[in-house]
C-alpha cells in the first residue's frame, strides 16, 4: 500500500516560476527522500531528508520535514522547461531497513 | 561506474506465458531491489536483497512472482503464468547497503506488456 501522498497531483506552472509539491505520510519514518522520474522511466534520486532534520537545500531545491505533521515538501525554484516531469516522495519507516514506500507522485508541467 | 542496468528494456508476452527480467546493480552494491509501477501510479515495492542476508520477499503480490539474486550482483525477477494485471514498468534498484542512509540509485527499467 502506498504510505504517501502527494499534493497536487498536477502541477502546471510557467518557466520562471515556484513550483511546491506536498507529501503526506502515515507512519514513523528514518528518512524521506524525493525522486524525479522523465517519462515514465527511470528515478532519480534528488534529496534526502533525514528525521532529525527540518529543512534541507540542493541548488534550487528545498525541502522541508514536519515529522509532527508527518509531511514533507519539496519546493523547485525559477522552475525551467527541463524540470517537467514526474516527482515521488518516498519513505523508510522506522524497523524496515531500506524498503523505500513510495507516494502516487505529482506531475510537474513547465511551460515556456 | 556504469549505472544500474536492466534487460530486456521492453517486453511483450502473451497471457500465461513466464517471464524473466534481469538487473544488473552497480558493482559494489550489496542491497537490490525490485519495484513495480502500474500505469500513472507511485512505485511498489515487491523484494529486497541484502548481501547474503535473506531476502525480504514481503512485496510480492503472488507466488507466482520470485526472485533471485546470484553470486551477490545480477537478480532475475521472474514471473510465472503471466496476467493482464502483470502489466507495468518493472524497475530495479540498488544502493551501497548500509541501510536506511543509502540513496537508491535506479535503472530504468522493463516496460512488461501481457496481452
Known amino acids: 500500500s502506498q504510505q504517501g501522498e502527494e499534493d497536487p497531483q498536477a502541477l502546471s506552472i510557467q518557466e520562471g516560476e515556484n513550483a511546491t509539491m506536498n507529501c503526506s505520510y502515515k507512519?514513523?519514518?528514518?528518512?524521506l527522500q524525493w525522486y524525479r522520474q522523465n517519462s515514465g522511466r527511470g528515478l532519480v534520486h534528488l534529496i534526502l531528508i533525514r528525521s532529525n532534520e527540518r529543512e534541507k537545500h540542493s541548488g534550487r531545491l528545498r525541502v522541508t520535514l514536519d515529522t509532527s505533521k508527518k509531511s514533507s515538501s519539496l519546493l523547485i525554484t525559477a522552475s525551467r522547461a527541463a524540470d517537467t516531469a514526474s516527482y515521488f516522495c518516498?519513505?523508510?519507516?522506522?524497523?524496515?531497513?531500506?524498503?523505500?514506500?513510495f507516494g502516487t507522485g505529482t506531475r510537474l508541467q513547465v511551460t515556456l | 561506474g556504469a549505472g544500474v542496468s536492466q534487460s530486456p528494456s521492453n517486453k511483450v508476452t502473451e497471457k500465461g506465458k513466464d517471464v524473466e527480467l534481469r538487473c544488473d546493480p552497480i558493482?559494489?552494491?550489496?542491497?537490490l531491489y525490485w519495484y513495480r509501477q502500474s500505469l500513472g501510479q507511485g512505485l511498489e515495492f515487491l523484494i529486497y536483497?541484502?548481501?547474503?542476508?535473506?531476502?525480504?520477499k514481503s512485496g510480492l503480490p503472488s507466488d507466482r512472482f520470485s526472485a533471485e539474486r546470484t553470486g551477490g550482483s545480477v537478480s532475475t525477477l521472474t514471473i510465472q503464468r503471466t496476467q493482464q494485471e502483470d502489466s507495468a514498468v518493472y524497475l530495479c534498484a540498488s544502493s551501497p547497503g548500509l541501510a536506511f542512509r543509502d540513496t537508491q540509485y535506479f535503472g530504468p527499467g522493463t516496460r512488461l506488456t501481457v496481452l
Open positions: 558493482s559494489g552494491h550489496t542491497a
Open positions: 507512519t514513523s519514518i528514518n528518512n
Open positions: 536483497f541484502q548481501g547474503n542476508s535473506a531476502p525480504d
Open positions: 518516498a519513505t523508510i519507516r522506522t524497523g524496515t531497513a531500506s524498503k523505500l514506500t
